[in-house]
């Protein structure tokens, strides 16, 4: 210990012997100059190769001194020490300007970064300053400026990143990643709903998350988003929510603290996108595939062509999910078991009800189509999916509404009924969803497209499955971010 504080004792007094010699010739002023950064940022005499090509770069122009400043104060090595706010300022004054912090400078830049400025919006004050030009011309070096990213009109966005980084990872933020989520957000690609739900993601946080306590977890949301901690009854609204699942846990908290008042108003304020509110475009297609992998999709010939769409151009978003479909399958048949006319699952015939029951899918995607358009259709199909229920009372079903006819045989106007009575019924009955996939297939008469037609009457082009798949995909996208929201647990 004392021999370290020797050594940064005498390191500070060469500081100022080499601020004082400056009028030696010009390499070795700027040898003098890059010495004092390695021996002042990093601790150790310079490498002889790293030495010669900084003085180099120096001396031809190809970089600046705030250049290579920021490449000693922003390096792994320096970076890897995690020095808190103000031992960090210090080092700045030390290194920068050769001299101990003044009271005034240290309070005020260490308050800054306590509020969240970031490290490098700090270090180009001290490159912007007068004190840094003298300093560099006194050694026969170009100054430079601050880093061309980092105007004040940036501050703001600077400081948003900041406090990603040290709320969800712990850390200041490197360079590299303050710069690129910067011109995200700058340029309005990335909304602040975004980048945090990015932070939130990555592997980073859930490492650290994996052995934090839910108290801890909750208090990190409120720092980062809210910038406080909590109340002990606001720990305790969360916590009670919480379940054994992280990941089920992170996106309920998410979810309500980025849809917030205060964090719509902390983006703005800041010149970021919130992009509250659009919360299922964070959803990923891996996370879609995911569901669909463990789901049914169950229909008639309609739903035969997926098999043939697959074939032809993959599976894609749709993952391995399971189609159980059949030429000539209709409500009547699945209720009497005509094995001739069901679908199969592992070469044997069954109903809707066994074959999700079988399975063990845990999200099953129904849609009969046109052999069901008849008188009464629309209270059978409820007496046959309460029997499905009966069976089944854990899985998701989704109700895929029935797809329209081209030349309205069967009539569209009774596919649109049945279409209705499905919608009330899944509005009316927990664990069903509607999935309108009528309308993104019909045209502005209530036809299907010919484009999407096969056939002249109600089979599917390829291109019209393409446009099924989207709304599905979209549709499941919307349903995991609800049931995230809600803290509901997800199976897949």
């Known amino acids: ?47 002889q190769g790293g030495l010669d090509n900084w003085v180099n770069n120096l001396r031809n122009g190809s970089i600046s001194g705030s250049d290579a400043a920021r490449g000693f104060i922003f390096s792994s090595e320096f970076s890897g020490r995690n020095y808190d706010n103000r031992t960090f300022v210090m080092y700045l004054y030390r290194a920068m300007f050769g001299r101990e912090a003044d009271d005034t400078g240290l309070t005020a830049w260490t308050g800054s970064l306590d509020l969240g400025m970031s490290r490098e919006a700090v270090f180009n004050g001290f490159t912007g300053s007068a004190e840094w030009a003298s300093i560099c011309s006194a050694y026969g070096i170009n100054p430079g400026s601050a880093s061309s990213g980092s105007s004040s009109a940036n501050a703001g966005i600077d400081e948003f990143v900041s406090h990603m980084y040290s709320g969800f990872l712990g850390r200041t933020a490197d360079p590299v990643g303050l710069s690129d989520w910067r011109g995200r957000l700058s340029s309005g ?32 949301f409120y720092n980062t988003f809210l910038g406080r901690n909590p109340s002990a009854s606001e720990v305790s609204s969360y916590t009670s929510r919480m379940t054994s699942n992280l990941n089920a846990n992170l996106e309920m908290l998410f979810l309500s603290f980025a849809n917030s008042d205060e964090f719509v108003s902390y983006c703005e304020s800041r010149g970021i996108v919130p992009g509250a509110g659009n919360g299922s475009s964070i959803i990923s297609d891996a996370d879609v595939t995911a569901l669909f992998s463990n789901s049914l999709l169950i229909g008639s010939s309609t739903t035969v062509g997926f098999n043939l769409y697959f074939n032809s151009y993959g599976r894609g978003i749709m ?158 996208r919307e349903y995991i971010y609800e049931q995230r929201i809600a803290g509901n647990e997800l199976h897949f």
Request: one cysteine or more.
């Open 189 to 220: 690609r990335t909304t602040g709903f975004e980048a945090a739900y990015g932070f939130m993601h990555s592997q980073e946080f859930l490492s650290r998350a994996a052995s934090m306590s839910n108290t801890a977890i909750v208090t990190v």
């Open 319 to 476: 993952g391995d999910v399971t189609v159980c479909s059949r030429v000539s399958y209709s409500l009547l048949n699945d209720m009497t078991t005509r094995t001739s006319y069901i679908p199969m699952l592992n070469g044997t015939p069954m109903s809707a009800r066994d074959l999700i029951r079988t399975s063990g899918a845990p999200y099953a995607f129904i849609c009969m189509g046109t052999n069901d358009i008849q008188n009464g259709v629309v209270q059978r199909y409820c007496t046959w999916l309460d029997d499905i229920r009966s069976v089944n009372p854990d899985t998701v079903i989704f109700i895929e509404a029935c797809t329209p006819s081209l030349d309205n045989h069967p009539n569209n106007r009774d596919i649109r009924a049945l279409n209705e009575g499905m919608r009330e019924y899944c509005d009316t009955h927990a664990g069903f969803y509607f999935i309108d996939i009528y309308t993104p297939l019909a045209d502005s008469n209530g036809v299907l497209q010919s484009r999407y037609c096969s056939d002249g009457n109600v089979h599917i082009t390829y291109a019209g499955y393409a446009e099924w798949i989207d709304t599905l995909a979209d549709y499941v």
């Open 1 to 47: 210990m004392k021999k370290r504080l020797l050594s940064a004792v005498l390191s500070v007094c060469m500081i100022f012997t080499l601020f004082v010699n400056v009028n030696a010739d010009t390499n070795s002023d700027i040898a003098s100059f890059v010495t004092r950064l390695y021996e002042i940022c990093l601790d150790r005499a310079p490498d």
